[in-house]
């Protein structure tokens, strides 16, 4: 069992920066060799994902975030960051970070989502 917990959400004003952190633990689960993601959900709106880092280390993000937004992970910590910067209102959003792990077994192999209580960024105009 793989639990996430994120902390680092807040009320900022536009233009202003926030630095999400998503701390992993449980068993033998390890950042480094699964791939992480974040999420953000606006009222009303469906959750979408923002941006991902991979086990080797690759990053992808949605235009919506590109070249305002960084992942980064710190593996000694086993702590996955999303670093906002040049916050905008339409960034208003629960943002939630999530991964997965796929088991093998005699009947074949079984994914397990993953995913945090989520955190609460507001971005005032």
């Known amino acids: 069992q793989v639990q996430l917990v994120e902390s680092g959400g807040g009320l900022v004003q536009a233009g202003g920066s926030l630095r999400l952190s998503c701390a992993a633990s449980?068993?033998?689960?390890?950042?480094?060799?699964?791939?992480m993601d974040w999420y953000r959900q606006a009222p009303g709106k469906q959750r979408e994902l923002i941006t991902n880092?991979?086990?080797?280390?690759?990053?992808n993000y949605a235009d919506s975030v590109k070249g305002r937004f960084a992942i980064s992970r710190d593996n000694a910590k086993n702590t996955v960051y999303l670093q906002m910067n040049s916050l905008k209102p339409e960034d208003t959003a629960v943002y939630y970070c999530?991964?997965?792990?796929?088991?093998?077994?005699?009947?074949?192999?079984?994914?397990?989502?993953?995913w945090g209580q989520g955190t609460q960024v507001t971005v005032s105009s």
């Open positions: 449980g068993g033998r689960f390890s950042i480094n060799v699964n791939a």
């Open positions: 999530h991964t997965w792990t796929v088991v093998s077994g005699p009947r074949g192999n079984r994914r397990y989502d993953y």
């Open positions: 880092i991979t086990a080797i280390g690759s990053t």
